[in-house]
């Protein structure tokens, strides 16, 4: 059967080499229809597609035409800084790729610049504060459903986006049932379209027949290669219509929850630390303090400020991993803080459970703010994982409510 591709082949077969070099960066006559521009009158265009549907192709090029309708100061917005040029600009689709020679931009620091004055500002969605002050036209945000402050980022880059007669923004993402991505697809200024992996008829063949192959039809493969937003993973322990939010009372009991790292290294896991009252019979969560790839006297110092911050009554600390270290990391920063050894007998998912039941009780409420952390709990799976990644937070949710309401110990005294 004909194909796209295989007439516009036989049709460049037939130009001379100076209109087919000329061909070459004419987007719209090689995209896909989910990579051009939709028509209308939006504010955010919402990109859902699956892995390698080309997102960052249509990103890079809309990117292109904006600095060719001199459309200036543009945000481009990765996860990190890294990922940011890393991807969005030197990537394979990247800006740098797709101009052509006589048209490419120059990136000086975090800026890109053209011949005719238009520039792009590379900015980190993992530090939200990077966004006070700029002004910009239009935004191409990459990969903003797995953007760890995703709320905090999108919200102060609409601050930002103020310059031009048509403020406007692009969203590029594999999609996951987060916050940010609710608010967007809830949003009559957003257009959405949706791609998935198995339109791209470039990729190659060794990708479709292993990976396509032995995830279609999968939960994960509905995500990942479908571009289909899953709300809650079939048999997970919490629903997200679970997560009840705190609205005030008396908190008896504060405990500050530690999953440390087996080591500091930059491969590490997370240090989960999570801190949680009593309230009544139940219970509330009150803040997420885990800390990322950090060395293990800065994990320490976080549970020991988590502590004091809340007035809390005790540290509580896995030591399945390094006992004697962990002990003398918490003695190290403030002896006088009150530590609770616990070890894991049972797998994550047999401790999680008694967890989750509580939440289906509706015994268990959240303060506002704690996005990724009931991200992390929606995606852990009877792997023990979430994600593919160790749930250092669920981990440490997991002990500080075992503590509060599963038989833990009673308050210390204050003062003695």
Not at 107 to 123: Q, S, T, Y
């Amino acid at each position: 059967m004909a194909t796209k591709e295989t007439g516009l082949l036989r049709d460049l077969a037939q130009l001379p080499l100076q209109r087919l070099g000329e061909t070459f960066y004419k987007w719209p006559i090689w995209a896909y229809e989910h990579q051009l521009p939709p028509r209308g009158n939006w504010t955010t265009w919402l990109l859902l597609g699956g892995r390698g549907a080309g997102k960052t192709r249509a990103g890079a090029e809309w990117v292109r035409q904006l600095a060719r309708d001199e459309v200036s100061p543009i945000a481009l917005v990765g996860e990190t800084m890294t990922e940011a040029e890393a991807v969005m600009v030197r990537g394979e689709s990247g800006v740098l790729r797709v101009c052509p020679p006589g048209d490419k931009p120059k990136l000086v620091g975090n800026v890109l610049h053209w011949r005719n004055g238009v520039e792009a500002h590379l900015l980190p969605a993992a530090d939200p504060e990077r966004f006070r002050g700029p002004q910009f036209a239009a935004a191409w945000c990459d990969e903003t459903a797995k953007w760890r402050k995703a709320e905090a980022a999108w919200d102060m880059l609409q601050f930002g986006l103020r310059l031009g007669t048509r403020p406007r923004q692009l969203v590029t993402t594999t999609p996951r049932p987060t916050r940010l991505m609710k608010r967007l697809l809830a949003d009559e200024r957003t257009v959405v379209t949706r791609a998935q992996t198995r339109v791209n008829q470039h990729l190659a063949d060794a990708f479709l027949e292993a990976v396509v192959g032995r995830y279609r039809g999968t939960v994960l493969g509905r995500q990942e290669l479908d571009g289909e937003l899953i709300e809650d993973l079939p048999g997970a322990l919490w629903q997200r219509g679970m997560f009840r939010r705190f609205e005030g009372g008396a908190v008896e009991r504060i405990i500050v929850a530690v999953d440390p790292p087996v080591t500091g290294t930059a491969r590490a896991d997370a240090c989960g630390i999570v801190v949680a009252g009593r309230v009544g019979e139940g219970a509330v969560v009150l803040e997420d303090c885990t800390l990322r790839q950090v060395a293990p006297l800065a994990w320490a110092r976080r549970a020991v400020a988590a502590f004091h911050a809340h007035r809390a009554d005790a540290i509580v600390v896995e030591v399945n991993q390094g006992g004697d270290l962990v002990r003398q990391l918490m003695a190290q920063v403030d002896a006088s803080v009150p530590v609770r050894e616990v070890r894991a007998n049972r797998g994550k998912w047999l401790r999680a459970e008694p967890v989750a039941a509580l939440y289906g009780r509706g015994l268990v409420r959240h303060v506002e703010g704690l996005t990724a952390l009931e991200d992390e709990m929606c995606a852990f799976g009877a792997d023990g994982k979430s994600d593919g990644h160790s749930p250092d937070r669920v981990d440490a949710l997991v002990w500080a409510l075992t503590e509060l309401l599963l038989g833990g110990e009673g308050p210390r005294v204050r003062g003695l």
